[in-house]
Nanobody, 115 residues
Framework: QVQLVESGGGLVQPGGSLRLSCAAS????????MGWYRQAPRKQRELVAV???????NYADSVKGRFTISRDNARNTVYLQMNSLKPEDTAVYYC?????????WGQGTQVTVSS
């Protein structure tokens, strides 16, 4: 069993910044991929950014240059630094952990970008 606990969401004005954190605990293998997905109202869940335990990173085109994903392998924690936020970034952000064929999700944290 894997538990993912997210933190850092909230309300921010356009152009502002937020930092999300996700700490994983439980049966975690050292080789894995952690990342963030988001789901806006009436839309499907989409990838935001993922990072492997080896440091390979993939971003959605919509966040490139504005968001930065990083991880602390010793703490089994992944971070998402979000800068220059836009109203279209408003969504519930979910932490994700993949190990081989197993996928775990966090409970989600709301990010709202509004003036």
């Amino acid at each position: 069993q894997v538990q993912l606990v997210e933190s850092g969401g909230g309300l921010v004005q356009p152009g502002g910044s937020l930092r999300l954190s996700c700490a994983a605990s439980g049966s975690i293998f050292s080789i894995n991929t952690m990342g963030w997905y988001r789901q806006a109202p009436r839309k499907q869940r989409e990838l935001v950014a993922v990072i492997t335990s080896g440091g390979r990173i993939n971003y959605a085109d919509s966040v490139k240059g504005r968001f930065t994903i990083s991880r602390d392998n010793a703490r089994n924690t992944v971070y998402l630094q979000m800068n220059s936020l836009k109203p279209e970034d408003t969504a519930v952000y979910y932490c994700n952990l993949k190990v081989l064929s197993l996928t775990s999700w966090g409970q989600g944290t709301q990010v709202t970008v509004s003036s």
